[in-house]
């Protein structure tokens, strides 16, 4: 008998990997939002874009964009407004840097879907109700939320940065919320992420299946996830759970 592909296995122990436990079916697929949804450099991009328009309107420098992308591409990300003001010639303060904070914070991001998730979001798998959980803090998050138009899609969004950072993944407050909010529990969720560090330990606790998105350009993409299982799409999984073929 011919053995199946490398492909076709791979699909197939994915698949069973991802099969909740015992009977139960998957009825709340709760998501996080960077990198999951939509690729967070596109916001960084974003917010970039609208600071240097800000440096060139207060001091009429034009290339704060291109030294601070730059940094950020190159993964020097530490003190990224100072080096960028620095690098164009300008002296940064510590007033100035709060205004260019304020700025990237409080924009409204230029952002997009990525198209799987768009697909998901508008169709999801029959009988599945949709949530996000999210780190973060809750402006800029909310004005993601807002700019993607996610919560059109899904039924609860909640922002763990709105209880303060000790609640911020992996710790389970904002999973047990979505538990009685939706009134399931246990095998009946599963929660999908990016980042392996922070993202499944809280959900794995309760008894949720959990599956990890690994994203070209996300910023966890090189990230190890032993233990979990993986997709490429949100299309992936939507056929793991009963849409499609």
């Known amino acids: 008998m011919m053995s199946p592909s490398p492909v076709l296995a791979d699909r197939a122990r994915r698949t069973r990997l991802l099969r909740p ?11 996080d939002l960077d990198d999951t949804l939509f690729l967070e450099r596109d916001y960084v991009r974003s917010g970039f874009l609208e600071v240097g328009n800000l440096v060139r309107r207060e001091l ?13 591409v190159e993964g020097r990300r530490d003190m990224i407004f100072d080096r960028a003001l ?9 007033e100035f840097i709060r205004t260019l904070l304020e700025c990237y914070r409080t924009h409204l991001p230029r952002v997009q879907l990525c198209p799987d998730a768009r697909r ?12 996000v959980v999210t780190d973060g803090r809750p402006g800029p998050q909310a004005l993601k939320v807002r700019a993607l138009g996610v ?14 950072p000790r609640f911020a993944k992996p710790h389970p407050r904002a999973f047990r919320l979505m538990e009685r ?12 992420g990016d980042n392996p560090a922070r993202d499944f330990q809280g959900p794995i606790g309760l008894g949720w299946s959990v599956c990890r998105i690994r994203r070209p350009g996300g910023m966890f993409e090189s990230a190890e996830s032993p233990g979990v299982p993986e997709i490429e799409t949100l299309d992936e999984l939507a056929a793991m759970l009963g849409q499609g073929e």
């Open 21 to 31: 436990r015992g009977d139960a079916t998957v009825r709340l697929v709760v998501l």
């Open 60 to 72: 009429g420098w034009s290339r704060f964009f291109k030294a601070a992308w730059t940094r950020f």
């Open 86 to 94: 620095e690098a164009v010639g300008v002296s940064p303060n510590p």
């Open 120 to 131: 998901f979001l508008s169709r999801p798998p029959g009988g599945v109700a949709l949530g």
């Open 151 to 164: 919560d059109r899609f899904v039924d609860a969004v909640e922002c763990t940065g709105q209880w303060g």
């Open 181 to 192: 909010r939706f009134g399931l529990e246990g095998s009946a969720c599963m929660y999908v």
